[in-house]
């Protein structure tokens, strides 16, 4: 088979390593990729936006499946320019990633179909959004309704800076995500993210695992796309599981067919284990990053007829795939200054040393200077990723490898994995 991977982050290294280990594949081509993946594909350095030229380079190359990575690349429509060009696309319509790209659409979905959330309103002008702050009860949950890559939502202890929140994403600082705010009620519990993969009538689960969004060790400091991730995670206890399987994940894909925007790719449900059972934090329509890095390690066997029974939408003859009991623990390494400036250009030594067996090192925002050394390209630079047979082997060997890199530019968390490590 002939696959076409869209995207150029952790995420999508990692799926390119898993991808590049199925003995279907005869020729894997990554657009645009990133340095680090370039033993496992060929590049070709065009926009995961440019929903045209995309289309045009899989039908050039005959992609017999086309594997999207980002939801900047779902909500520019590559999906539904694919199908139409009778290439099969692992991903969902720009309509049914509306579930994640319209925190209004996925809210009134919710709402609609009873799936268990936080109760919510959505503003558009800042005297309402004001007036709205007298129903809900702090902590205030202010989210810009838009896509922001992670970072459009506050959580505001007092009225006064939820209304500053308010202002400020009025204000035009997340662009037109912005132009619309939700305001939620506060949930109290754990997280986890749970993914499913779906053809479009119905879902097979993967599993969970938990990420860390704060930039900085404790939980602490503004939100992130994610600093660090390991699965399994304890917070997904089997009645967690099956509950939000029969609440939550089959519910919405037989509701989305039944809206005429059948959801075919990844679902990942942001969930919070409240006392009441699970309830949805937010949708994705991809794989989290760095959830799918975690993910990807411990997944057993070949992915691609997976993710191609999907893209064709039929799912019943797949086999599920299994997935090692081996934790792994994912630790991003991010440039000075992520998320509000991260600083480009710094160099990094020791990232492609041999790290041993237990151990991948995926690269995230990474580039090749001329001179042929690597440096920072992003916010988030590399993911470390290291399995053993529980939280604690796991993280040390993955500490140990961070301690192998040589990157005064970056920083990480030190305490990845901390609630599954508290509770053994
Ligand atoms: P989101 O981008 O919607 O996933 O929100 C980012 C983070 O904000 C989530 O991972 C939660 O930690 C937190 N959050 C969002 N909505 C709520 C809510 N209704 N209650 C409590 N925490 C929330
Ligand atoms: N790690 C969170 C996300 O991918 O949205």
Known sequence: MNILLVGSGGREHALAWKIAQSPLVRRLVIAPGNPGMDALGDRVDLKVT????????????????????????????????????????????????????????????????????????????????????????????????????????????????AEAEIER????????AGARVVIEEFMDGEEGSLFAVCDGQSALLLGGAQDHKRAFDGDLGPNTGGMGSYSPAPVFTPELVEAAERLIVQPVVAAMAAEGAPYRGVLYAGLMATAEGP???????????????????????????????????????????????????????????????????????????????????????????????????????????????DIVEARERAYAAVRKIDWPGGFHRTDIGWRAVERD
């Open 50 to 161: 440019d929903a045209d030229a995309l289309t045009v380079l899989a039908r050039e190359m005959r992609a017999d499946l086309v594997v999207v990575g980002p939801e900047t690349a779902l909500e520019a429509g590559l999906a539904d320019r694919l199908t139409a060009a009778g290439i099969p696309c692992f991903g969902p319509s720009a309509k049914a990633a509306r579930l994640e790209t319209s925190k209004a659409f996925s809210k009134a979905f919710m709402e609609r179909h009873e799936i268990p959330t936080a109760g919510y309103g959505v503003y558009e002008r800042l005297h309402e959004a004001r007036q709205a702050l007298t129903v809900f009860k702090p902590p205030y949950v202010i989210k810009a309704d838009g896509l922001a890559a992670g970072k459009g939502v506050a959580i505001s202890p007092d009225k006064r800076d």
């Open 169 to 176: 994403m009025l204000g035009g600082r997340f662009g037109t």
């Open 279 to 389: 309830r949805v934090v937010e949708f994705n329509a991809r794989f989290g990053d760095p959830e799918c890095q975690v993910l990807m390690m411990r997944m057993d066997g070949d992915i691609v007829p997976l993710l191609l029974a999907c893209a064709k939408g039929d799912l019943t003859q797949a086999r599920l795939p299994t997935f090692s009991t081996d934790t792994v623990i994912c630790v991003v390494l991010a440039a000075k200054g992520y998320p509000d400036s991260p600083l480009e250009g710094s160099i990094i030594r020791g990232a492609e040393q041999d790290f041993g067996p237990h151990v991948q090192v995926f690269h995230a925002g990474t580039k090749r200077r001329p001179d042929g050394q690597l440096a920072a390209a992003g916010g988030r630079v590399l993911n470390v990723c290291a399995r053993g047979r």
